[in-house]
């Protein structure tokens, strides 16, 4: 078992997903018949060899969530574990993090914290089961000894390109090593040497001995160990020999008793040399049944968006964006400082489902839950993003008085906050126009509108400099039509905007961001850097009303009119809040495309 300090239950655990699927149907199933009813499943290691550390607790089922610690998760990481987590919430079980750390070279413990802290933020709680693929490499080991003694697993001593030459293609069988039928006895003699370091990196292989002419690849004699020199981030500098991925994880899905193993499609043709390998060990008397079984599902395919890990560290290495945490980024770190909310994210990975085919997701319906759950948590406060001073002649100067805007429409319990009214406001400088279009209700020579939760006000004059650039607007205002007081009502106005006290607002740096890429499957017939929206970030200097000016970092707002806004977790100070958009109030790009 791990040495990572178990985590404590959380006090308002996510609701477990609803909707039904393909793999829901599977597990009711299999509780329904007492699969994994045999005696041992649920209270610790069956055959006497089996890891010491097989969790002990009576999960009636038991998934995992298995990344590798060497990048950063990201939204398509956000289904795998909502699924996982979800259907062991839902059938009384349990679903284990693991990492699958048997990469020496790619892997640090940066990425294992920065994994666990999403997990952990997105709401899931693992408790005692948290474990690595290097708590079981001794067990591991010992299995390869038994699979080359029972005479199905050899060294062999080819070259990496005289293995892909003589492994065959989809048309045509392989053929065999001239190392397949080499002795049992020097076999595990080299796979000593292999691991004591007498060896090269790349010298030679541990292979399985399954079947060379098989029409599924991964059944052709698949490497299992190969050596690495390179000190591991657990282990130090105990192993010179590191299994390969397909190898381990069927072993720690057995060891750790997971009943089932949740993959992605293109683990499909994997699968039966994960089930070849576990009987292999079931017959030598190293595990014991009732095995786990791998089910696959489609992975998330998003519009706008890359999920390759590679394609994402070419982002950040060659900075078309500001690190793994940028809010343009599809790394759970960069939608956490965007303003993604946990509650949003799991309301996606229900919503989409979960299917055995194929197929594209767009990126609007995540916005839409976000929208959803945002607009019942986040209050509302007002924001003027591109502000041009508007003052109101007949308002006498120096006098102050209090508006009471509601920090939720919908809420009343959560109160109302002051806003001071004055002389000199800041309004949206699109708020005016000296020669309005049809349809224009706003301010324009001559026309009415209300001033939010204040007066109505008639539009006058405009300032300008001598180059021509507004500087303010200038208007009168009524003083019988105050909101909130009897009769203000009686006088109607189609034009309503949004304020905030040029005396009592501060400037703040809001940040507008936007879709990194701007076309719904970059990168399909050309390098996906051809495709990077160059207007996805924009920054501006607002004028914010004084009951923002205290916001803490990840704190969220509906700034009215504009959008969704967070108080960046990372550059926010005390009472000097920087503000990133997370998403507007209606999608704007299905408009741009209709």
């Known amino acids: 078992m791990s040495d990572a300090a178990a985590t404590k239950p959380r006090k308002h655990a996510p609701q477990p997903p609803s909707a039904s699927n393909f793999i829901r149907t599977v597990i009711e199933s299999d509780l329904a018949s007492g699969k994994y009813a045999a005696r041992g499943w649920g209270g610790g290691p069956g055959p006497a060899k089996a890891h010491e550390g097989a969790p002990q607790d009576p999960a009636k089922i038991r998934t995992r969530f298995p990344p590798e610690p060497n990048g950063y998760l990201h939204i398509g990481h956000a289904k795998s574990i909502c699924l996982n987590f979800g259907l062991a919430l839902e059938h009384g079980g349990a679903c284990h993090l693991r990492f699958d750390d048997t990469n020496p070279e790619k892997e640090e413990q940066e990425y294992v914290d920065s994994i666990i802290a999403a997990v952990k933020w997105l709401g899931f709680d693992w408790g005692p089961h948290l474990y690595y693929a290097s708590d079981y490499f001794d067990f591991m080991y010992e299995a390869a000894e038994h699979l080359i003694r029972s005479g199905r697993a050899y060294v062999d001593s080819q070259s990496a390109e005289e293995m892909r030459l003589s492994r065959g293609t989809l048309t045509e069988s392989g053929k065999n090593s001239p190392w397949r039928d080499r002795p049992a006895e020097e076999s595990l003699r080299l796979l000593r040497e292999m691991r004591e370091g007498r060896h ?130 599809p790394t759970l770190v960069g939608a956490r400082r965007r303003g993604y909310t946990p509650e949003g994210l799991r309301l996606f990975a229900e919503r989409i489902g979960v299917s055995k085919a194929d197929s594209w997701i767009d990126y609007s319906v995540l916005e839409d839950c976000l929208r959803e759950d945002l607009n019942g948590r986040a209050e509302r406060r007002i924001a003027v993003l591109d ?88 208007c009168t205002y009524d003083p019988d039509t105050k909101s909130g007081t009897p009769g203000a009502e009686r006088k109607k106005v189609k034009g309503n905007i949004h304020w905030v006290p040029a005396r009592h607002s501060f400037c703040a740096e809001v940040r507008l961001y936007d879709r990194l890429l701007k076309v719904p499957q970059p990168g399909t017939d050309r390098d996906f850097l051809e495709d990077l929206n160059h207007g996805s970030k924009k920054i501006v200097t607002a004028r914010l009303e004084p009951a923002l000016r205290n916001a803490k970092p990840e704190e969220r707002f509906q700034f009215e009119r504009h959008g969704y806004f967070v108080a960046d977790l990372r550059d926010s100070r005390p009472g000097a809040p920087v503000f990133n958009r997370t998403v507007t109030l209606r999608d704007s790009w299905s408009r741009q495309s209709s």
């Open 387 to 474: 502000p041009v001073k508007l003052v109101i002649d007949n308002y006498p100067d120096g006098r102050e008085e209090e508006c009471r805007p509601p920090n939720h429409p919908q809420k009343p319990e959560l109160g109302k906050r002051v806003l001071p009214f004055a002389r000199e406001l800041w309004i949206e400088r699109e708020d005016f126009m000296e020669n309005p279009p049809e349809g224009y209700f706003r301010l324009f020579p001559g026309n009415e509108v209300r001033l939010r939760y204040g007066y109505i006000v008639k539009c006058g004059r405009a300032e300008r400099d001598a180059s021509g650039n507004l500087l303010a607007v200038h």
């Open 200 to 329: 090269p990196d790349g010298a030679m292989v541990l292979r399985a001995k399954i079947d060379m002419a098989s029409g599924n690849i991964n059944l052709r004699d698949p490497v299992i160990y190969r050596i690495r020199k390179a000190a591991h981030h657990r282990t130090g500098d105990k192993w010179c020999v590191y299994p390969m991925y397909t190898y381990a994880h069927p072993i720690e899905d057995a060891l750790e008793r997971i009943t089932h193993s949740l993959c992605t499609l293109e683990f499909e043709d994997q699968r039966p040399f994960y089930d070849w390998l576990l009987e292999r060990l079931v017959e030598g008397g190293l595990l014991a049944r009732p095995l786990p079984q791998q089910i696959e599902f489609a992975r998330l395919n998003l519009t706008y968006v890359v999920l390759s890990k590679r394609k994402l560290a070419q982002l950040v290495e060659e900075k078309q964006v500001d690190g793994w945490d940028d809010p343009r980024m």
